[in-house]
């Protein structure tokens, strides 16, 4: 790609080391970086360089003396008492206002755990323009949809003869990787099933702002369903796929 594209991607990259972009701009960059070795490198060095400073920042508290100056710089006495701190501590307030930038622009921010990802991504989906990328209630058509879009093939079943049929499929993004999303439908709700290649991990359930989730490992994949629908039928839903 050219020079001024890579040097837009660059602060996709930095964006996405600091969890601020959306699915769709995330699964943009995963997929640069698959095929840019300069950006992949760039990538690289960002995370290394936030390894260090992680680990080479103090851990241990502001000594005494300083602390007894910060709590006076966040509760300003008179101006004269002011006055004489700033003389004999000039760098102290230039230094910590160095420190936050640091940690706001090169710290990255604890990832999200991964229920709390995947019920994000089904918000988010819901969305007006955001469920569906193909829409089909034919497993031949959505399957089929998903290749070369991702590096594995997900498995797409069809539970309509049960009451879950298959709606649709989507390019999202989860677990720090586009992956492969499946919508089914249940009288008016929907379920968002999203799957990628992983080792097997015990199974999780659970409700995040409103939505019952659950996830489970099968065939070399994880999966993970979220939806509004009540728990007794969502453990049904999940069961037809053992």
Known sequence: MSDETCAAMHLLIQAEHDGELGAAEAA???????????CAAH???LRRLSTRLR???????????????????????????????RRQYPGFAAGL??????????????????????????????????????VSTDRHTVKPWFAGKLDYSPPVQDFAGVGFPLKG???????????????????????????????????????????NYLSWSHDGMVFWAVSDLNKAELRDFVALWH
């Open 43 to 45: 990538a690289a060095a």
């Open 97 to 134: 206002a160095l420190a936050a930038c640091l940690a706001l622009v090169v710290l990255p921010r604890r990832a999200p755990d991964l229920a709390d990802q995947a019920v994000t991504a089904h918000i988010r989906a819901l969305q007006p323009g955001h469920l569906m990328d193909v």
């Open 28 to 38: 943009r960059v995963a997929a640069h970086l698959q095929t840019c070795t300069a």
């Open 169 to 211: 499929g989507r390019l999202d993004y989860v677990g720090g990787r586009p992956v492969a999303a499946l919508i089914y439908g249940r009288a008016q709700h929907l379920i968002d099933v999203t799957v990628w290649p992983g080792a097997a991990a015990p199974s999780r359930d659970g409700t995040t702002n409103g939505y």
């Open 55 to 85: 680990a080479e920042l103090p851990a241990d508290p502001l000594p005494l003396r300083l602390q007894a100056v910060a709590a006076r710089l966040s509760a300003p006495p008179p101006v004269p008492a002011w006055r004489a701190v």
